[in-house]
């Protein structure tokens, strides 16, 4: 047998481009939408779980988090990001301050937050140091005389002393932050009892009644859940379970939400893999088709209240009621209009700024029409004269019927931001007294913008307004030339 040639023995190019091809279609096999949801499905009853043996609500960190909580077990939604918990870009977020948690942990004891994280990972960075680090600085806020409580926890596991010790470093710029935005401090005081305490649980880490009644003698616990187990190496060796698999929705779920995959989970997991894109299209349309229940308004501020467009109906409704309330409505709507057109009425304006990143930069040019509008409509004459709880007499009672609803495709984005920059121009004050004419062109800060968004995100945690919509804000706010 004549011995084999060098050729014989390396893979031609063509056979390397094959075996390549065949490593990624394993690869695109393992992580099919059927996978994912078969794994999301697994985790979920992890965190079920933990929450029975606990006895403590579920709150789901988003955006990840809902994927993992039935919604009829689901409490709330928190917004800790991970990035503030890299590594050397530890942050303390003066934009999500996540202060509506407080009166759920006091009133249960605690409660478990949810997450998951990517491959390899033990735990995301938002459990193991976004969170340890949002608790530290209320305990110093909240608990001045209770030192004991003002430590960094954070999993020895997973943080290392060395990254623990440059976290507590920073501690003290992250409390003047915070105090900088002159929260209310006894308001949040009365919903707890004692100081913050993070723990953590994962798949391969336990937490039993017994600890967490231990800790209940001094704290309430804040249980850091990561959902996902840890797979080190590639998903081809873990038989379809993916690490992490609701994260990244937008590279593999076509559009389907965590509440779409709950109520239609036994037909989604029943479904072949090449039929599911065409399964949640459907799913996606007639839930959008179904038509989107009215939207509820939420208030941010003394006379500012904000929502999504399927409100608009009823909003111009209220307007033009002779209900005592007088309401001036400001639509954002995502097409491009020219900025002659977009006063309808006296009490209706429809503002055309196109859709995302397009519609935060077109914000800046808008605002200053959007402000006068606004400024009108509180400035002029009330069309009666109304006793309002607010009381008469004041520069907040004397029109303190009059309301301003701000909608935006979203109700969380584009609304919160004119929100902001009307707050910040028309009113003198957190009770609503509104500015006059020769008052509105006040020197602003970015501190004192700061501060009023801190109490617009209190009073709406959901609020979600984009960087570049809080930019357009702030370039209208302090520039001088508006």
Known sequence: MPAP???????SEQANHNFSKILGDLKKSNLSITNRLKSIQHDAAFVQKVADVLGLPLVANERCGSWYIDPALKRLSAYFKSTDGHTGQWKFSTR????????????????IIVDSTRR???????????????????????????????????????VSSSEASQMTS????????????????????????????????TPDDDLTPEMLAEIKTRYHPVVCCTS????V??????????QGAGDDTENWAHGLTAPLFWANQSRLLETPEGHLPGLIEELVANSEAGGQAVGELKR??????????????EALRSASSSSKKEVCVVSLVPKTTEKETWEKSKRHMEV????????????????????????????????????TEIGTGTGAGRDANKEVVLLCESGRDLSVGVALALYCWCFADSAGTVRSAEDQEQNHNKPSIRVKLGHIMTAFPDANPSRATLQSVNSFLMDWRK
């Open 300 to 313: 941010v501020a003394p006379r500012l209240l904000v929502g999504a467009l399927s409100a608009e109906e």
């Open 5 to 11: 040639t060098l050729a014989d023995i390396v893979f």
């Open 233 to 242: 190496g590639t998903e081809m060796s873990e038989e379809g379970y993916i």
């Open 228 to 231: 996902s187990r840890r797979v």
């Open 352 to 387: 055309g700024l196109g859709k995302s990143k397009t519609a935060s930069r077109f914000l800046r040019e808008a605002l200053p029409s959007i402000c006068d509008f606004v400024s009108r409509f509180l400035q002029e004459p009330a069309d009666h004269d109304v006793e």
């Open 170 to 201: 920073r501690l003290p710029f992250f409390l003047t932050s915070l105090l900088a935005l002159q929260p209310d401090l006894p308001a949040l005081r009365q919903h707890i009892q004692k100081p913050l305490r993070p723990l953590w649980v």
């Open 96 to 111: 999500r301050l996540n202060f509506h948690l407080l009166e759920v942990i006091g009133r249960h004891d605690g409660c």
């Open 120 to 158: 390899g990972k033990r735990m995301p960075d938002a459990l193991s140091k976004t969170i340890p680090t949002w608790c530290a600085v209320l305990n110093q806020t909240l608990f001045p005389s209770h030192p004991s409580s003002h430590d960094l926890h954070v999993p020895p596991t997973v």
